[in-house]
């Protein structure tokens, strides 16, 4: 359903990540990003603005180090699962070639054979409404993330593993998971390809500026 596009350098895959929409940008098109609107994003995929480097980010380049650690201790903690990872492999999908995935990891179900994502978050919470966010669920921009990974592997479930830290507890951190299936999300896959979709053939491709999408207050 996909096809593995390899890469030898950090430079090669942000390359080859700009053919197409991935996951950060799923949040983006519906307008519940945190980080950028959907105008920013039509402006760097038409190729009218780039995109700023946040390599050198305090919270980016933790989260990048802390990754293979956390990876690691997920396996620890499921050993039913085989893992397979490639930091600078891209998933691209067949029937949408324009959707694409940068995954922290694939699993496979020893028992089984099922195939299935493994997202990693490492996030600092400042306040109570971020912690609300995670309280009952995945916050909906990293939800919208998991389901455009689904969409594009055709895989049958997902693994979230978040490291939350605390800003006004520096020593106190959790680790937490969390898990759904395919079946579980099927509509909300459909209702954000529709997006995706509209917002690829209709706004990058044409050249036509979308409408700015806010996020609710």
């Not at 920013?40 to 603005?49: F, H, S």
């Not at 592997?153 to 937490?176: C, M, P």
């Amino acid at each position: 359903m996909f096809t593995r596009i390899y890469a030898s350098s950090h430079e090669e895959w942000l390359n080859n990540r700009k053919a197409g929409l991935g996951g950060s940008d799923s949040s983006i098109i519906l307008g519940i990003s945190p980080f950028k609107t959907n105008i920013d994003l039509w402006l760097e995929k038409t190729g009218q603005k780039v995109p700023r480097d946040i390599s050198d980010d305090e919270k980016v380049k933790y989260g990048h180090d802390a990754e293979d650690s956390i990876r690691n201790l997920f396996m620890l903690d499921h050993p039913e699962y085989e893992l397979f990872h490639d930091e600078f492999m891209i998933l691209r999908s067949n029937k949408h070639p324009f959707l694409q995935a940068s995954l922290d990891g694939e699993l496979t179900e020893i028992e089984t054979g099922k195939h299935g994502i493994l997202e990693i978050k490492t996030t600092e919470i400042m306040n109570k409404q971020m912690l609300d966010e995670w309280k009952n669920g995945i916050p909906n921009h990293y939800y919208t993330q998991c389901l455009h990974y689904l969409i594009v592997t055709g895989y049958e479930f997902v693994w979230l593993r978040a490291k939350l830290k605390f800003a006004w507890d520096s020593n106190y951190q959790e680790i937490r998971d969390y898990y759904f299936t395919r079946e579980e999300v099927i509509e909300d896959m459909k209702y954000l390809f529709e997006k995706e979709e509209k917002f690829w053939n209709e706004n990058v491709m044409k050249g036509v500026r979308p409408g700015l999408i806010l996020p609710a207050i």
